[in-house]
């Protein structure tokens, strides 16, 4: 579903998007903010209520068990007012170059 959703985005949603990540690493910190909303992570601000999609079911249950009370109370304090969360596995967000880097050979294989 969240790879389908192809709806305009606007200046100020990529704004208050901005203001909401900032907020919910402030709330978890800035190392666990990069390692579990970094790169593999997009989230989606529609209508007053945000979608968290993720690269896979493993990423959504953890979000969901260890980070919703942050990631509820950053919308509470971005958008003024508590926001459905809802979660989303979009395997396109996995990281590319992870796959690419077990296909290269190991510098140690290499013969000089």
Do not use: H
């Not at 978890?28 to 079911?57: I, K, Y």
């Not at 050979?105 to 013969?111: E, K, L």
């Amino acid at each position: 579903m969240c790879a389908g959703d192809m709806q305009e985005v606007t200046r100020d949603d990529m704004e208050i998007v901005s203001a909401l990540q900032l907020a919910l690493a402030d709330k978890v910190g800035q190392e666990r903010f990069e390692l579990w909303f970094g790169a593999n992570t997009r989230l989606d601000l529609s209508d007053d209520a945000l979608t968290v999609c993720v690269p896979n079911q493993f990423f959504q249950d953890w979000l969901r068990k260890n980070y919703r009370q942050q990631i509820e109370a950053a919308c509470a304090e971005t958008l003024g007012k508590p926001a459905p969360v809802s979660f989303c596995v979009d395997p396109s967000l996995a990281e590319p170059s992870a796959a690419a880097a077990d296909s290269r050979p190991n510098s140690s294989d290499s013969v000089l």
